[in-house]
């Protein structure tokens, strides 16, 4: 017990591992409403998820496939249910 508590302490010094949080809304950016099914793109850098049903939804009134947070270009393909957000209890 001891020993697992010097070896997380010793990691905790290193200076390679950096601790962070982040803010993430649970409100979609598409229809206001929480995000009951948190999705995002690979090809986007943000953390932030949109909901994957509201996005669907106005793609088939007016298909533009950009992504409602950063405007970037997605593709249906690319387009992937975030685990952890949902693990989350949404």
């Known amino acids: 017990m001891i020993?697992?508590?010097i070896a997380v302490m010793s990691k905790a010094n290193d200076p390679d591992i950096v601790?962070?949080?982040t803010v993430m809304s649970l409100k979609d950016p598409v229809?206001?409403?929480r995000i009951q099914v948190p999705c995002r793109s690979n090809v986007c850098s943000h953390?932030?998820?949109f909901d994957a049903t509201s996005f669907l939804q106005?793609?088939?009134q007016a298909p533009t496939w950009s992504c409602p947070i950063c405007s970037k270009t997605v593709a249906?393909?690319?387009l992937a249910v975030d685990q952890y957000v949902k693990s989350r209890k949404l």
């Open 31 to 33: 229809s206001y409403l």
């Open 3 to 5: 020993a697992d508590c």
């Open 76 to 78: 249906f393909e690319s």
């Open 47 to 49: 953390n932030q998820c």
């Open 19 to 21: 601790a962070t949080s």
């Open 58 to 60: 106005l793609q088939e």
